[in-house]
């Protein structure tokens, strides 16, 4: 099989150039014909791990996989993997299965929802891409027997009801078209999409003795001549509302099915409300003023239980519902004042939700197989490897030993919550599968990623083709370590950031040595918590990577399938809008960690500080690296030998790569740390944080633009190696693992999980 190449990583901004690609359905996705997901990424033997594939072809063949080495590079020792025994291996019948875009609220079918007379619905809305087709705000409606009703955005922009008796159907519309304006800031990747960046009260109403039917659409702030205010009254011939069986949907069509939905919103929505008679046009215009109408059918009350995914009806009639397909909570609504920053404290003004055509939290695939682990599989990373022809995917996990146990002093902590971040980014899984680098349709940040949809990216072979350079970046990258344990012969355990993220310190402390990836980038406070507890009670951390521990991030505590970000204040391809710092499933402030005191170099010394696209440079030694609490380190390396200085499976050449980490007193690097070796003089496509630039400069490439290889002890034995460097691990296999990069790491890994290292030591 050839190797999956796409465009450039993104982490990189306006230095990156991604070609993005589009896509109505999963099988229509380039050279994707064959994808799936399993409903977990760890798990433990005797656990069972269901897999979700869609196929184009009537049959695929699966088989279990250990997967070694990912990376097809000729430069290194080329894709490796280990075929096992297993009772899914062999032939399966092949189905497509499509994936069904767009969030919503659902709220199931009521007798008090089957308005026959007369009715109003009304909602505050925040359109983000008003003219783009057909779009619900409430709806009951049915197309297939004209039964029901929909207030919502019409084609052209305005306002509209559409309702029908069973046999005809009625229309009507303002026919004032919200204006829409380009975005101020660039879209990423490519594009700029339309938006309105206002607020209205959408409201209509149908008086069944007179047939009148009337629609609203009222601006929260009221200009001259305002050209998105507007209204309309018509005699309809109509008398009756035919009812249907159908679910009631915000910010959809309903279906047949759950998943069958269409004419998704694009933007905010805000109280909205369903009366079982006509509300005057004085009792609409109050609503602006904040005056309610009493005794609603319905009235849905967003700011509650914001951090979940229950919708509250406060009408008294129970007509409580649910989300679906994760839209964004804790955003700011109509009546926000800028007072509050965090939606706990001021839930009031919290009572929106922002809906997307393209949200995705749940493929809900049907199984197509399924496996239970043995009890005598080692602790791996291993997939499901399928092939329908010429077509090939992966569908990797992680075998942890059982909780509790270790059967290695080693753990590989497999960075999976930075794999959800990445997943299928920068075009990779088209218009439906987004990364949290990605923005939505409507040129809005995405904020949630879900490990129950395939991920394109998280898959072996793959490279980026970047500047004439072939660039592994996350897993495919880790896996250059998981190939340099191997071939040493070091013993590991698997584990994963979900499995620390939950566990906390009882997951590391069967361990002499943790080893991180080679991007652990994006992290929870619990799982700080427990790295650290970890630390200070003797464990030793090889962090052998860049940019890590930089982005806060949690996983949903309720579903726990779906990580979180708010990006704001970092280096960063989209931000929070104002008001939306906080996030949503926990209610933490989101943003950089060192925003909260918490800067990587705190924990292990080191934290970001540059990134580019161009080759790497090696390492020079410093005084620290000649300390004797450092000679362990460098047993082997000549005083003026560079570190680094040989081909890369990253960035082509040098240790000293991609996204860079620097030591850093003022931001919390210990005292007593020693600075080992230097990287410095990177190509000037390099450039520093912008976190850390305080006014603009011009000349040559910043000094801050460097890797530090740090080393220092913490209390009670533990230590941390740190190499600030993703592209490190990218050089282990050179000259047939030969090479001072992988003698280094040796060094470092044999010291640490042996009985006479530093776990006896204090820091001074």
Not at 184 to 195: C, I, M, N, Q
Request: with cysteine.
């Amino acid at each position: 099989m050839s190797p999956m190449r796409l465009g450039s990583p993104s982490c990189l901004l306006a230095l990156l150039q991604v070609a993005l690609l589009s896509a109505t359905s999963l099988a229509q996705i380039p050279d994707h014909p064959l994808a799936g997901y399993a409903d977990h990424h760890s798990i433990q033997p005797g656990q069972v791990m269901q897999f979700m594939v869609s196929s184009e072809a009537p049959q695929y063949e699966a088989q279990l996989v250990r997967l070694i080495h990912g990376d097809t590079n000729p430069l290194g020792p080329g894709f490796r993997e280990q075929e096992i025994d297993a009772s899914f291996n062999g032939p399966h019948e092949g189905r497509l299965q499509p994936l069904e875009n767009g969030s919503s609220v659902v709220v199931p079918d009521h007798p008090a929802l089957d308005v026959t007379g007369s009715f109003s619905l009304v909602a505050w809305i925040y359109p983000t891409s008003p003219g783009s087709g057909t779009q619900a705000i409430i709806s009951k409606w049915s197309a297939a027997d004209r039964s029901g009703y929909a207030l919502r955005l019409e084609e052209d922009g305005s306002v509209g009801l559409l309702f029908g008796d069973g046999t005809d159907e009625t229309n009507v519309r303002t026919g004032a078209s919200i204006p829409v304006y380009l975005r101020s800031e660039k879209a990423y990747p490519v594009g700029d999409p339309l938006h309105s960046s206002l607020w209205l009260l959408a409201a209509a109403t149908f008086d069944a003795t007179t047939g009148i039917a009337s629609v609203y659409q009222l601006p929260r702030t009221v200009w001259p001549d305002h050209p998105a205010a507007g209204t309309a009254s018509i005699e309809t011939g109509a008398h009756a509302v035919a009812d249907n069986n159908l679910s009631l949907r915000i910010a959809a069509t309903p279906g047949l099915s759950d998943a069958a939905t269409s004419e998704h919103f694009n933007g905010k929505i805000e109280a909205p409300r369903i009366y079982d008679r006509a509300l005057t046009a004085d009792e609409i215009a109050g609503l602006l003023q904040g005056q309610i109408p009493a005794a609603p059918v319905a009235a849905w009350d967003f700011s509650r239980r914001i951090q979940t995914r229950q919708i509250e009806d406060t009408s008294g009639n129970e007509l409580h519902g649910h989300t679906r397909q994760l839209p964004k909570r804790a955003v700011t609504g109509h009546n926000w004042d800028g007072t509050e920053m965090d939606f706990k404290r001021a839930p009031e003004q919290y009572g929106a939700i922002h809906f997307h055509d393209d949200d995705l939290d749940d493929a809900g695939w049907s199984r197509s197989f399924e496996y239970e682990v043995p009890h005598d599989l080692k602790s791996a990373v291993y997939a499901a490897r399928l092939r329908a022809g010429d077509d090939e995917d992966y569908i990797p996990f992680f075998v942890r030993p059982p909780a509790g146990t270790a059967t290695s002093e080693v753990a590989f902590l497999v960075p999976t919550f930075s794999y959800l971040a990445y997943a299928n980014g920068f075009g990779m899984g088209g218009d439906q599968l987004l990364s949290l680098y990605d923005k939505h349709s409507d040129g809005s940040g995405v904020t949630y990623s879900s490990r129950l949809v395939p991920i394109l990216n998280m898959r072996p072979k793959l490279s980026l083709d970047w500047e004439e350079m072939t660039l592994p970046h996350q897993f495919t990258a880790d896996l250059h370590l998981v190939d340099w344990l191997e071939h040493m012969g070091h013993s590991y355990d698997v584990i994963t950031d979900e499995d620390l993220h939950w566990e906390g310190t009882d997951l590391l402390s069967p361990y002499r040595v943790v080893i991180t990836g080679s991007h652990p980038e994006y992290w929870s406070e619990q799982m700080l918590d427990a790295l650290a507890d970890y630390l200070n009670q003797g464990g030793r951390l090889m962090y052998l990577g860049g940019n890590g521990f930089y982005w806060v991030t949690n996983m949903d505590p309720v579903q726990r399938h779906t990580v979180e970000i708010r990006r704001w204040g970092g280096t960063q391809t989209w931000g929070a809008q104002p008001g939306e710092h906080y996030l949503s499933t926990t209610g933490e402030m989101g943003g950089l960690w060192r925003a909260r005191g918490r800067a990587p170099q705190r924990l292990v010394g080191v934290g970001f500080t540059a990134q580019g696209p161009g080759q790497g440079v090696p390492f020079t030694r410093q005084p620290g690296s000649f300390d004797p609490r450092a000679s362990f380190i460098f047993e082997g390396v000549g005083d003026d030998e560079l570190i680094g200085d040989i081909p890369s499976l990253v960035m082509r050449h040098g240790a000293s790569s991609f996204e860079l980490d620097r030591m850093d007193f003022q931001l919390g690097t210990p005292p007593h740390a020693l600075l080992l070796a230097t990287a410095s003089g990177h190509p000037e496509q390099y450039v520093h944080v912008i976190e850390q630039v305080y006014q603009s400069n011009l000349g040559p490439v910043d000094t801050l633009v460097k890797s530090d290889m740090v080393y220092f002890e913490y209390p009670a034995g533990g230590a941390v190696f740190a190499v600030g460097s993703i592209g490190w691990d990218g050089c282990l296999s050179y000259n047939d693992y030969d090479n001072n990069v992988s003698r280094i790491t040796d060094n470092v890994l044999r010291r640490f999980r042996s009985d006479h290292s530093d776990r006896q030591q204090k820091a001074p």
